[in-house]
């Protein structure tokens, strides 16, 4: 069984998945395997319950008659045949990586490129190895454009997800202090992030780039194609608006205001509307799926409760974005209370960053400061520090915070947003 033989086949699916539980008729099912689980013992159930196809990486579980086809690595199939369909699109792909925010610019793109394009683009964190050729693979011939998303914790990562996804565009948010551990430091990080510029590069593809970022400008000095936003005399220049603690911008005559905080979203927001003008979608539209984006994956979030602002910034942390969030943070009046969870991925730099952002946030004057986990634990060994999230909703269900103001923020791994029911 190779990808062209079984090409075909996956045209007429109705979508690619992974999750023996999310098999329907006429989907096509990966079934992986690993150390604790082997999803092939599914695959006479999926093909019965009306899967169109089923591969497996076990040859004992193979089942011609039932389309249960064998290949050596499920991974590897799955990759090469979100490749070889990537062959055949002739639609713009635009590839997205970046330390902070690329997942807001995701959907940012997403929404503005909408208001005139058919639209498909990375659900949620489908980021990965796995998840891009997903991505991919959900391309239908009614798609106009795709936004891909591209994520990495260490080196050849992204160069691999450019492989597999060959963006005729890229565009990377930033470049942080993210998976230090596994980059090897932040000259890691721009060295992994920037395989993305490496492959727009060497296939002579267009670059996005802020040209108030140093790094970008510099790694993108001399080269072209580019679209460039930020400066004067850049393609595109946009001015920074803030109303009630929202974001906003300013272009062509217009002012817009986001539903997402801090000022950190701007470069999000400009990103966007660049790749909308740059599309040939008006201002006036551009406007409206900016001001009707609404955040609700804890990334940015604001949330009204019981007469209290809720900044809900919970589904990742690193000392930049940290360092952003605290920042923004101290400009909202009245009373603050800040909630913090330990940032994962540090490596050899987690005592010192954890002990730098505990610094920060003493310095900016919050009225009342908590933290989660045990890296912020062991350089703040007070009463308002819990080992995880269990230990803070047990003191939050017997202390209500009364500040008028509280922000969440931390990794994935603390799950802060299992405290906000108790808040």
């Known amino acids: 069984m190779n990808t062209e033989q079984f090409y075909p086949l996956f045209l007429k699916s109705d979508k690619v998945t992974i999750d023996s539980r999310k098999v329907g008729k006429n989907d096509i099912f990966f079934a992986f395997s690993g150390?604790?689980?082997?999803?092939?013992?599914?695959?006479?159930?999926?093909?019965?319950?009306?899967?169109?196809?089923?591969?497996?990486?076990?040859?004992?579980?193979?089942?011609?008659?039932?389309?249960?086809?064998y290949v050596p690595s499920t991974l590897e199939f799955l990759q090469e045949l979100a490749i070889h369909h990537r062959n055949q699109l002739k639609i713009p792909v635009i590839g997205l990586t970046g330390s902070n925010g690329k997942t807001t610019t995701k959907?940012?793109?997403?929404?503005?490129?909408?208001?005139?394009?058919?639209?498909?683009?990375?659900?949620?964190?489908?980021?990965?190895?796995?998840?891009?050729?997903?991505?991919?693979?959900?391309?239908?011939?009614?798609?106009?454009?795709?936004?891909?998303?591209?994520?990495?914790?260490?080196?050849?990562?992204?160069?691999?997800?450019?492989h597999i996804s060959q963006p005729d565009f890229g565009y990377i948010t930033n470049f942080g202090k993210a998976h230090l551990e596994g980059f090897g430091g932040f000259e890691g990080v721009i060295k992994g992030k920037s395989e993305l510029y490496d492959y727009l590069k060497n296939h002579h593809h267009t670059i996005i780039v802020n040209e108030n970022d140093p790094v970008q400008t510099?790694?993108?000095?001399?080269?072209?194609p580019k679209i460039t936003f930020g400066k004067e005399g850049s393609d595109y220049q946009f001015g920074l608006l803030s109303e009630d603690h929202f974001v906003g911008l300013e272009f062509q005559g217009l002012k817009t205001v986001s539903k997402l905080t801090g000022e950190y979203n701007f470069t999000n927001l400009c990103a966007a509307a660049t790749f909308g003008l740059y599309f040939g979608i008006g201002p006036d539209k551009i406007k409206y799926a900016i001001e009707n984006y609404t955040p609700t994956n804890m990334r940015s979030q604001v949330v009204k409760k019981e007469g209290r602002t809720l900044?809900?910034?919970?589904?990742?942390?690193?000392?930049?974005?940290?360092?952003?969030?605290?920042?923004n943070f101290v400009a909202f009046e009245g009373s603050k209370?800040?909630?913090?969870?330990?940032?994962?991925?540090?490596?050899?730099?987690?005592?010192?960053?954890?002990q730098s952002i505990l610094k920060l946030a003493q310095e900016l004057g919050f009225d009342q400061i908590i933290t989660v986990g045990n890296y912020f634990k062991?350089?703040?060994?007070?009463?308002?520090?819990?080992?995880?999230?269990v230990e803070l909703i047990e003191y939050l269900q017997q202390n209500k915070i009364h500040s008028e103001n509280i922000l969440l923020k931390g990794s994935r791994g603390i799950a802060l947003e299992k405290s906000i029911e108790f808040i």
Do not use: W
């Open 35 to 69: 150390d604790n689980f082997n999803a092939a013992t599914f695959a006479e159930k999926a093909a019965d319950e009306g899967a169109l196809a089923v591969i497996v990486e076990q040859r004992e579980f193979e089942n011609k008659d039932k389309n249960i086809f």
């Open 218 to 224: 510099e790694k993108t000095e001399n080269y072209t």
């Open 107 to 162: 959907e940012l793109i997403h929404a503005v490129l909408s208001e005139k394009f058919n639209v498909q683009y990375t659900y949620g964190n489908l980021n990965n190895h796995i998840g891009v050729p997903l991505t991919i693979l959900s391309i239908k011939p009614e798609h106009e454009m795709a936004v891909i998303e591209m994520g990495a914790n260490h080196q050849k990562e992204i160069e691999l997800l450019c």
């Open 311 to 327: 900044v809900l910034d919970t589904y990742n942390a690193n000392p930049s974005s940290m360092t952003a969030s605290l920042s």
């Open 337 to 354: 209370t800040i909630i913090i969870g330990d940032m994962l991925e540090l490596g050899v730099e987690s005592e010192k960053e954890h």
């Open 378 to 389: 062991s350089v703040n060994p007070s009463a308002l520090s819990f080992d995880n999230t």
